[in-house]
């Protein structure tokens, strides 16, 4: 089984809507990381969360980590196409060292 | 800064031919990581070394995947005997430590036929 679980899978917006991404885990998390990837590419990084009800923004994209850091949720206000791409999270877990990573969510922006 | 480095970026070999790909982490970052990613499927963890110590390798299938990283910079990660289902992009990362931020390199997309 998955231990990070990102909804939706897959998103198609039209450019200048808002959306939402999710990530949800069943054990406590240690630190959140959202990455961008490009089809064929490695990943980016973008921002870390690590406290409890922390809230990072860079440029239009928000995210957040729920007080018991197991959610997070990456939103991105006024959609672009060039934030189309792969989002992924990933973390690492409390307890271990290992760093896993979600399922991923394919954005697709139409122009 | 120079970021990972990995090669090749693109290999395609028979099924049980061998296979080695090679990874230059950013200059000292103790922890690497190598990333098996099936296409459609998020990154999983094959292999993590801190240093040139292994701290995980519970998903590395051991009877066809071997890794190394001798004097804990470059790393290799060989596949032998290959499976059609290794088929994938092989992606290296690093970071400062663990519990920290990684960044990855471009991948090496293997493709076994």
């Known amino acids: 089984s998955q231990e990070l679980e990102q909804s939706p899978q897959s998103l198609i917006v039209q450019e200048g809507k808002n959306l939402t991404i999710n990530c949800t885990s069943s054990?406590?998390?240690?630190?959140l990381y959202w990455y961008k990837q490009k089809y064929g590419e490695g990943l980016i990084f973008l921002m870390m969360?690590?406290?409890?009800?922390e809230e990072k923004s860079h440029e239009k994209i928000t995210a957040k980590l729920d007080e018991k850091k197991q959610q997070s949720s990456l939103h991105i206000t006024a959609s672009q196409p060039s934030h189309a791409g792969i989002y992924l999270c990933?973390?690492?877990?409390?307890?271990?060292?290992?760093?896993?990573f979600g399922t991923g969510t394919r954005l697709k922006v139409l122009a | 800064e120079a970021g990972v480095a990995q090669s090749p970026r693109y290999k395609i070999i028979e099924k049980r031919q061998s296979v080695a790909f090679w990874c230059n982490p950013i200059s000292g970052h103790a922890t690497l990581y190598w990333y098996q990613q099936i296409l459609g499927q998020g990154p999983k963890l094959l292999i993590q070394f801190q240093n040139n110590g292994v701290v995980d390798d519970s998903q590395l299938p051991k009877d066809r995947f071997s890794a190394e990283r001798l004097k804990g910079v470059d790393s290799t990660l060989k596949i032998q005997p290959a499976k059609l289902e290794d088929s994938a992009v092989y992606l290296c990362?690093?970071?400062?430590?663990?519990?920290?931020?990684?960044?990855f390199g471009q991948g090496t997309r293997l493709t076994v036929v």
């Open positions: 990362a690093s970071s400062l430590g663990t519990r920290i931020e990684a960044f």
């Open positions: 054990k406590t998390l240690y630190g």
């Open positions: 969360l690590q406290k409890g009800g």
């Open positions: 990933g973390a690492s877990v409390s307890g271990t060292y290992k760093y896993i």
